[in-house]
C-alpha cells in the first residue's frame, strides 16, 4: 500500500485498513525462531473489560530476545488467554481480575516492570487491584506500567520514511500502537501470528483516516458496531508489543526510549504514595 510505503496520507474519508494479511503473511515470521537463550524475557499486555459482561479480558504473553546468531532482537507470541469472570459487583470483579492475571503472569514467569496495561476506560482501577494482587507475591509489584491509549503520542520518530516524531504524526497514543504493528511486521520482528486465527482476523480490520491532518485509527465504539466484535485479542497484542519497544525492541529508526514519569507509566515509589482520585487525572479526551 502506496500511503504506508512512501509516507503519504491516506485521502480523507477513504476506508482503508491499517494491517492485512499479506502484510502479515510476506512477514513469513509464523514459525517460531531459533533463539539466543542467554537472554529471552517474558512480556505481558493485558487489555481489561471494565465490567463483568463486557469486552473480554485479554492477556498476551510474548517471547523477547535475540535470533541465534545475530544482533537482531524479536518478539514471539506464545499465548493470549481469555480471562472469563462472574462477578456480582466491581469490586468482586476487579479482585477476581487481578487474581487471575497474577496467577497466569506468574506462571508465565512474566515480572510485574515487563508487564503493561490499558487504563484509558477505568482511569486505573483494575491496574490498582493488579498491583495490590501482585505485591503479595513480589515487592515491585506496583512496577506495572499502566497505559492510557488515548494519551499523547510519544516522540519516537513516525517511521523510517518519516522522521517527524509521533507526536506530529498521530492523533492518539493508540493510533501509533497500531502502526507500530504495520511497521514490526514489515521490518520482520514479530513472529508467532497466523492470519487464519481471530488475532491475524482483528489486526487486519481497524480502519484510519485522517483527523486533523494526522492518523487516527477508528475508535473501538465504532469497530464494534462495523463488524459486531472487540479488538480486544489485537489490542492485548499491541500493549505487549509497546512492552516489547520498551524492552529494547528495536525497528523504527533510532527508537527512542519512553520517559517513565507520565501518567501511565509512573515510578514505583510514585505509585506506593498515590490516592485513588490520582488515577484519574489522565491526558484522556475520548475513547479508544
Known amino acids: 500500500f502506496p500511503s504506508h510505503d512512501i509516507g503519504r496520507w491516506p485521502k480523507s474519508g477513504f476506508a482503508q485498513t491499517i494491517l492485512t494479511a499479506d502484510v502479515i503473511r510476506n512477514a513469513d515470521t ?18 481489561t473489560a471494565f465490567t463483568a459482561g463486557g469486552d473480554r479480558c485479554v492477556l498476551t504473553i510474548r517471547k523477547l530476545g535475540y535470533v541465534r546468531g545475530t544482533s537482531q532482537k524479536v518478539m514471539y507470541l506464545m499465548n493470549q488467554e481469555v480471562i472469563q469472570i462472574a462477578a456480582g459487583s466491581s469490586s468482586e470483579f476487579d479482585v477476581q481480575v487481578a487474581a487471575k492475571v497474577v496467577e497466569l503472569c506468574r506462571k508465565y514467569e512474566v515480572k510485574p516492570s515487563k508487564f503493561g496495561m490499558d487504563v484509558s476506560g477505568d482511569g486505573g482501577r483494575i491496574g490498582q487491584a493488579i498491583m495490590r494482587e ?31 516524531p509521533c507526536t506530529e504524526v498521530y492523533d492518539r497514543l493508540i493510533s501509533e500502537y497500531w502502526y507500530s ?29 485522517t483527523k486533523n491532518k494526522k492518523i487516527s485509527v477508528e ?70
Open 30 to 47: 509464523y514459525n517460531e525462531p531459533i533463539w539466543d537463550y542467554n537472554d529471552i524475557v517474558k512480556i505481558a499486555g493485558f487489555d
Open 134 to 164: 501482585w505485591m503479595r507475591y513480589d515487592k515491585d509489584g506496583a512496577s506495572i506500567s499502566l497505559i492510557s491509549s488515548m494519551g499523547r503520542p510519544t516522540d519516537r520518530i513516525a517511521a523510517d520514511v518519516d522522521k517527524r
Open 181 to 209: 504493528a504495520f511497521h514490526g511486521f514489515k521490518a520482520r520482528v514479530i513472529y508467532g501470528v497466523e492470519t487464519s486465527g481471530e488475532l491475524g482476523r482483528e489486526l487486519c480490520l481497524r480502519r484510519y483516516r
Open 219 to 288: 475508535t473501538k465504539d465504532d469497530y464494534k458496531g462495523r463488524t459486531g466484535f472487540s479488538p480486544d485479542l489485537a489490542d492485548s497484542f499491541l500493549y505487549a508489543l509497546e512492552m516489547s519497544r520498551r524492552n529494547g525492541l528495536a525497528f523504527i529508526g533510532n527508537d527512542k526510549p519512553v520517559p517513565t514519569d507520565r501518567f501511565w507509566a509512573r515510578r514505583e515509589e510514585q505509585i506506593k504514595t498515590m490516592q485513588d482520585d490520582d488515577y484519574y487525572m489522565s491526558d484522556d479526551d475520548g475513547e479508544d
